[in-house]
């Protein structure tokens, strides 16, 4: 039983790594886009 708890632990651990690295990434992209076009505009 113990060894299911950890392995479940595991998967939501990478899971939720997964996802915050998904949310990075968008924001990321976002701000990236955000950022150049506000460098375009100036110059």
Known sequence: MK???QVLS???A???LYLAIM?????LKVVSIQY????????
């Open 14 to 16: 990478l899971v939720g």
């Open 36 to 43: 150049i076009g506000d460098f375009f505009t100036v110059y």
């Open 3 to 5: 060894t299911i708890i």
């Open 23 to 27: 949310m990075f990434t968008s924001w």
């Open 10 to 12: 595991v998967i939501l």
